[in-house]
């Protein structure tokens, strides 16, 4: 498949939400009785560009943007730990916010780095799947059902591997987080209907994996 500018930007925009969530994600916020992350309105945007990503260009293409957004984010938190490991010099007094934001514990990033991987692939897949058994109607069913699955995959495993022990575990924190995620893809949902049919219409292509390895660790098919 020949490589369109109109993927590259959606690509970009994929990879640039699911940094910015890792990064924003340390500052808890308060929306009245709902204590989320900072991260809560951009993460569920990966989502939203990873159904057109799947819509459009099918399970293969968004295996790999899966996996290259993942290798992005690695990049990033590995210099992002070179950066707080480098001496600061003697009138910088940065160092402890540094610390504080951007230094990762193995834990926490174990938590993200599956979560994602989790999430991500179960969207993708039950996307592609479900626009088969629709025979390509009712996009919204697809969306908002692979992210309840998605999210809600991704939701559980990031928090337990990340607060189970810890005081601030709880069910009801998974809850809070998975409705939230799944609230913002839901009002989304027009502008996901309106980007998914420009690009089919410029594109010219509207994918069905229908002989489609589904395996995350298939290099190809």
Same mark, same amino acid.
């Given at each position: 498949? #020949?490589?369109?500018?109109?993927?590259?930007?959606?690509?970009?925009?994929?990879?640039?939400?699911? &940094?910015?969530?890792? %990064? &924003?994600?340390?500052?808890?916020? =308060?929306?009245?009785?709902?204590?989320?992350?900072?991260?809560?309105? !951009?993460?569920p945007l990966s989502?939203?560009?990873?159904?057109?990503?799947?819509?459009?260009?099918?399970?293969? @293409?968004?295996?790999? !943007?899966? *996996? +290259?957004?993942?290798?992005?984010?690695?990049?990033?938190?590995?210099?992002?730990?070179?950066?707080?490991? +480098?001496?600061?010099? =003697?009138?910088?007094?940065?160092?402890?916010?540094?610390?504080?934001?951007?230094?990762? =514990?193995?834990?926490?990033?174990?938590?993200?780095?599956?979560?994602?991987? !989790?999430?991500?692939?179960?969207?993708?897949? /039950? +996307?592609?799947?479900? #626009? &088969?058994?629709?025979?390509?109607?009712?996009? *919204?069913?697809?969306? /908002?059902? =692979?992210?309840?699955?998605?999210?809600?995959?991704?939701?559980? @495993?990031?928090?337990t591997l990340a607060? /189970?022990?810890?005081?601030?575990?709880?069910?009801?924190?998974?809850?809070?987080? *998975?409705?939230? #995620? !799944?609230? &913002?893809?839901?009002?989304? %949902?027009? $502008?996901?209907? $309106?980007?998914?049919?420009?690009?089919?219409?410029?594109?010219?292509?509207?994918?069905?994996?229908?002989?489609? #390895?589904?395996?995350?660790? $298939?290099?190809?098919?």
């Amino acid at each position: 498949m #020949k490589i369109s500018h109109r993927l590259v930007i959606i690509v970009a925009v994929f990879i640039t939400c699911l &940094i910015t969530a890792n %990064t &924003i994600a340390v500052k808890v916020i =308060s929306l009245g009785p709902l204590v989320l992350p900072a991260a809560i309105f !951009v993460f569920p945007l990966s989502y939203i560009f990873g159904d057109v990503l799947t819509e459009v260009y099918g399970y293969r @293409v968004a295996r790999r !943007v899966i *996996w +290259l957004g993942f290798a992005c984010n690695l990049v990033f938190v590995f210099f992002a730990w070179v950066g707080m490991k +480098l001496p600061p010099a =003697s009138f910088w007094g940065g160092q402890a916010a540094y610390e504080t934001i951007l230094g990762y =514990s193995a834990r926490l990033l174990g938590a993200s780095f599956g979560g994602y991987l !989790v999430g991500e692939f179960a969207n993708s897949f /039950i +996307l592609a799947r479900m #626009k &088969i058994m629709t025979r390509g109607r009712f996009l *919204w069913s697809r969306t /908002i059902g =692979s992210t309840v699955v998605g999210q809600g995959l991704d939701t559980s @495993v990031f928090i337990t591997l990340a607060f /189970i022990g810890t005081p601030a575990f709880s069910l009801l924190l998974i809850l809070n987080h *998975w409705l939230a #995620k !799944v609230a &913002i893809e839901a009002i989304c %949902t027009p $502008a996901t209907y $309106a980007m998914v049919n420009r690009l089919k219409r410029r594109e010219g292509i509207d994918t069905y994996d229908y002989e489609t #390895k589904y395996n995350p660790f $298939a290099v190809t098919g």
